[in-house]
Each structure stands twice: as structure tokens, then as C-alpha cells.
């Protein structure tokens, strides 16, 4: 079965510094997704990715954060100068649609740990 | 958003049927019912989503009341690796040309007893 795929699994950053976060979603794919879950708490939305443009972000999403899709295969979220509060399970998501009939598949996650 | 409400916990016994009821009772006409799962340390996973009438997959069946108010999700025979938090959102069909976004509650944290 077709799968997202997360690199790393785990990384761990020193506060003010930049991280990349990167994905590899199902190929055929289009619509590309962000979002974090902080320990113990609700997976929350970052932002959405269509046709190289950012679709929709949410206020977590400042202007420390950035997604790209440097070629044809990967999607990047970077933050540029981490904080603690950064800390969290980063999933990416893909789906191949941007109608609610069709589901989302999720990666398995980057955990980020800001120190 | 429409707004879902699931019960914080439930526990089931390995190879037992288990229901999973969510209400969602200000859900509009063109709403569909969305489920995922999330395995401890993994990302969230897509189970089922129906629109009106029931569906069923290779994973769980989705049973949608007759008003739409309410519906259950239905895991057949438990198993050990079905314990997650169950999660029931509600997408509007259309998004209005926008990418649709998932809003995660808390969801129904499952139990599965050997």
C-alpha cells in the first residue's frame, strides 16, 4: 500500500535553530498537508499545500515556518529559528483530493525535540 | 466547524465486536462523517467516512443514523493492534475550492484486554 514518508524520525535541535522537516508523499498525490501534535495534546492543522502555493494556514503557522516542494517528489517544512515550544510530532499528510469524499494518508511522523 | 462529541474511553475484550458512537448532532446536510485512528506513537490513520447510508471497508464498518445526528463506528473483532484514539470529524463536501483540513477533538481513546 502506497505510503507518506517522514525523515528523520527523530530529531533533536538546539533553540534558535533552523530544522527541516521533510516528506515524501503517495506519488500521484496533489494536495499536501502539515500538522503537529505537542505531547499529550490534539493534533492541531499547520497549513495546506496545492499546486505550489500555500492553500490555507493556520496561526500557529508564523512567519518562522515555510513549506516548499523542491522538486517532484519532496514537501519540506522548515522553521527557522526553533523555540522550545516547537517541540512536537510534525506529520505530513497527502491526499489526492481536495474534496471531503477522499481520505487523507498520514506519515508517521518526525518527533522534534527543541533544547 | 460542526462540532462531534465522542466518549473519552472505551474497552473492549481481543475478538469481540466494539461500537464506537459518535454524536454529532449540528451536522449539516452536505457534511461528510470522517473516522481515523491513531496508533500510540504513529501518525493518524484514514479508516472510513460515509456521507448517508452505511459503509463498510477491509477495516471497520461506519453506521449512520437515519437523521445523521449520530453514527458508530463498528470494529468487527478486536484485535490488540486496534487500541487508539478513535477520531470522528465532520468535512463539508465542498470546501469552496480550498484544501479541506482535518480538525482533530480528543477523540475515543480504545482498550483492547487480551
Known amino acids: 500500500e502506497p505510503e507518506v514518508t517522514q525523515t528523520p524520525s527523530h530529531q533533536v535541535t538546539q533553540m534558535g535553530q533552523e530544522v527541516i522537516l521533510r516528506c515524501v508523499p503517495i506519488?500521484?498525490?496533489?494536495?499536501f498537508y502539515w500538522y503537529r501534535q505537542i505531547l499529550g495534546q490534539k493534533v492541531e492543522f499547520l497549513v495546506s499545500?496545492?499546486?505550489?502555493?500555500?492553500?490555507?494556514k493556520s496561526e500557529i503557522f508564523d512567519d518562522q515556518f515555510s513549506v516548499e516542494r523542491p522538486d517532484g517528489s519532496n514537501f519540506t517544512l522548515k522553521i527557522r529559528s526553533t523555540k522550545l515550544e516547537d517541540s512536537a510530532m510534525y506529520f505530513c499528510a497527502s491526499s489526492e483530493s481536495s474534496r471531503a469524499n477522499y481520505g487523507y494518508t498520514f506519515g508517521s511522523g518526525t518527533r522534534l525535540t527543541v533544547v | 466547524d460542526a462540532k462531534t462529541t465522542q466518549p473519552n474511553s472505551m474497552e473492549s475484550n481481543e475478538e469481540e465486536p466494539v461500537h464506537l458512537p459518535c454524536n454529532h448532532s449540528t451536522i449539516s446536510g452536505t457534511d461528510y462523517i470522517h473516522w481515523y485512528r491513531q496508533l500510540p506513537s504513529q501518525g493518524p490513520e484514514y479508516v472510513i467516512h460515509g456521507l448517508t447510508s452505511n459503509v463498510n471497508n477491509r477495516m471497520a464498518s461506519l453506521a449512520i443514523a437515519e437523521d445523521r445526528k449520530s453514527s458508530t463506528l463498528i470494529l468487527h473483532r478486536a484485535t490488540l493492534r486496534d487500541a487508539a484514539v478513535y477520531y470522528c470529524?465532520?468535512?463539508?463536501?465542498?470546501?469552496?475550492?480550498?484544501?479541506?483540513?482535518?480538525?482533530f477533538g480528543k477523540g475515543t481513546l480504545l482498550t483492547v484486554n487480551p
Open positions: 506519488s500521484n498525490h496533489l494536495y
Open positions: 499545500f496545492y499546486n505550489n502555493e500555500i492553500s490555507e
Open positions: 470529524i465532520l468535512l463539508p463536501h465542498w470546501s469552496g475550492g480550498s484544501n479541506y483540513k482535518l480538525t
